[in-house]
């Protein structure tokens, strides 16, 4: 793949205290005429050949590592060659034009900092760095220099491999063959082409002028493209149904050309090598842009995604800016860029509420039977005399009996004439509404009967209507319950025979708790995420402390501006049937009833979560200080 040469290195100026390099006359008359990567015993030398005095200071940067050799008193004498990215001992990459006047700058790109030695000769400057790997071809910017036109050249068996990782060789299609073909290129954006709303171009070229095709792409766009007046080529190809923009990506790759927009929108065609020579010789230029309504660090990571090799963007956050460097050439655009995403989103105000009707009917009703004689009876529903503490009643003469029999006691008539019985003794109903009782003298037996019965109706009515307002795209919850202590005993810590466990303390929270993350879309509808949640503490039935009932609803929704949703609605119903009574006889119909207990208890939970955005946006602009 090729890259356009990165030249960061010719951002930077002489550090204080970095280590004087060789002094010349002081002349400045001297002239650079080329650059040349020599092996030597364990060393590799860049020759730098000079004509005339010059003066010469050198420094080391890292991260990456460079060596900078600047020639002060000089001017370059030739074009600049751009190195053919091959790794000569350890160099990646040689980059070298006028800094400015009066100073050529020469940037040797290193895989690690190394020792080096520079040297004066008559007509050379030489920098010599130590190495293993001396095994390698030269490099001289004449010999490349001397390249024939690309127009004629004939075509090598296979380009020379690019590397390097702060610039690489830019190749002309002519002189190493296209990266990719149209078709190829087509094939590897083919997501581009499905998702692309640019207007849809057929067509077929048969050796077409390169200029031709340009001009009939600018016809079909209405778009006004220049081309630099060195390109040349043809073009063979065949397009179906692509959008113009991609289709017009895909020729310019396949003749290794690049586009780049100018003022007013112009679309400028240019040769790849020279967007990277011309990319590489402008100077760069640091601004700072101050954002009003994103956070400055935010924006980081998509102003780097536009920024060249040499650009870069850091985050001020004392004063919510962005310190952007970026070559002259482009700053401009990466500025408006910045401007584009630092735009004032509208408001959301969200309102939900949450209506949570928990309802209890308990419907209970029993029958209980005494049935005994003076003489044989059980004595647990109904407390009978105790004769044996019968005292003498003065007046009448009667004998009055003082207590009862204990509940406990079976009173049992041993003549076989005489009969009891209890029916339901131990069934009972909670604080009954109703007890009656019933008794009638049977012959010499004596039946009694109570009834309880009892019916309960609970009504738990839970409204909650919490409202929030947030920003686009912004996460916001809110919260309104108890922090509920739950008391944690930990048995293993324990150690000792007599040693108490030991109990902790945590806190679980209960109550209404909303949070929504709301986008509003180019259409003003709202899309958003919402969680709703209600929950409460209710103590266990078991002797584990308490359990929570919670109610909850996630859901991703597209509503309109004051349009009301619902997110979430839930009825829970549950029945118990409870009958118990004499075998047999609480089965029979209709009658039943009499012989038994039954209890009938239905619970109904209703769970309802509406939800209504508001789009606020005043429309009224801040100042920017200007």
Do not use: C
Not at 458 to 486: F, K, M
């Amino acid at each position: 793949m090729r890259y356009i040469a990165t030249l960061a290195a010719w951002l930077v100026v002489l550090i204080p205290g970095a280590s004087p390099g060789i002094r010349g006359a002081a002349s400045r008359d001297g002239e650079v005429k080329a650059v040349s990567v020599l092996p030597a015993a364990r060393s590799v030398e860049v020759v730098i050949d000079l004509q005339g005095a010059v003066e010469v200071q050198d420094f080391t940067l890292a991260s990456p590592a460079r060596l900078v050799i600047d020639l002060q008193g000089a001017r370059l004498a030739a074009p600049a060659v751009l190195y053919d990215g091959q790794n000569r001992g350890g160099i990646r990459n040689i980059r070298y034009a006028q800094f400015r006047p009066g100073v050529v700058r020469v940037v040797i790109d290193l895989d690690v900092l190394k020792d080096y030695q520079i040297e004066r000769r008559a007509g050379q400057v030489r920098v010599k760095i130590g190495t293993e790997r001396t095994a390698f071809a030269a490099w001289s910017s004449q010999s490349a220099a001397s390249v024939p036109d690309v127009a004629s050249a004939p075509a090598p068996a296979s380009p020379p491999s690019s590397r390097g990782g702060q610039a690489a060789r830019v190749v002309t299609p002519a002189a190493s063959g296209p990266e990719l073909s149209i078709d190829e290129y087509l094939a590897a954006h083919a997501r581009d082409g499905e998702q692309s709303q640019a207007p849809r171009i057929t067509v077929t070229w048969d050796n077409s002028d390169i200029r031709e095709v340009v001009a009939g792409f600018a016809a079909f766009s209405g778009r006004t493209i220049v081309l630099s007046k060195e390109i040349k080529g043809t073009v063979s190809a065949e397009i179906k149904n692509q959008p113009w923009d991609l289709a017009f990506a895909a020729v310019l790759e396949s003749q290794a050309l690049a586009a780049t927009t100018l003022e007013g929108g112009i679309i400028q065609v240019i040769d790849k090598k020279d967007l990277a020579r011309a990319d590489s010789t402008v100077p760069v230029e640091t601004r700072l842009v101050r954002i009003n309504y994103a956070r400055a660090s935010a924006l980081v990571p998509s102003i780097q995604s536009i920024l060249t090799q040499r650009g870069k963007a850091v985050a001020d956050s004392t004063t919510n800016a962005l310190v952007i460097t970026e070559i002259s050439s482009r700053i401009s655009r990466v500025e408006d860029f910045v401007k584009g995403l630092d735009i004032r989103t509208p408001q959301v105000s969200i309102q939900a509420k949450i209506i949570f009707v928990d309802r209890t009917d308990v419907e209970e009703l029993g029958l209980k039977y005494d049935l005994g004689s003076q003489t044989q009876f059980f004595n647990k529903l109904i407390q009978r005399p105790d004769p044996r503490t019968a005292k003498l009643d003065p007046n009448t003469g009667a004998l009055v009996p003082q207590g009862n029999f204990s509940p406990d006691q079976v009173i049992v008539d041993l003549g076989g004439n005489s009969l009891s019985a209890l029916g339901n003794a131990d069934q009972e109903i909670v604080n009954p509404a109703l007890n009656l009782i019933f008794s009638t003298a049977i012959g010499n037996f004596n039946l009694s009967t109570f009834l309880q019965a009892l019916q309960r109706v609970e009504l738990a009515d839970l409204q909650a209507e919490p409202t929030i307002t947030t920003l686009d795209n912004r996460p916001a919850e809110i919260l309104v319950g108890d922090r509920v202590p739950i008391r944690v005993i930990d048995v293993s810590s324990a150690t000792g025979g007599n040693a108490p466990p030991r109990a902790t303390v945590r806190f679980e929270q209960t109550g209404i708790n909303l949070k929504v993350t709301p986008h509003v879309t180019a259409n003003r509808q709202v899309l958003m995420e919402v969680h709703a949640e209600n929950s409460s503490v209710k103590p266990a039935s078991v002797d584990i402390g308490f359990t929570f009932q919670t109610q909850q609803a996630d859901n991703q929704i597209l509503v309109s501006d004051g349009e009301t949703a619902v997110i979430g609605g839930l009825t829970v119903t549950s029945v118990t049937v409870t009958k118990s009574g004499i075998p047999f006889l609480v089965d029979l119909p209709l009658v039943g009833k009499l012989f038994g207990f039954t209890s009938e208890q239905e619970e109904r939970r209703d769970l309802l979560i509406l939800i209504t955005p508001h789009i606020i946006d005043d429309l009224v602009s801040p100042s920017t200080g200007k």
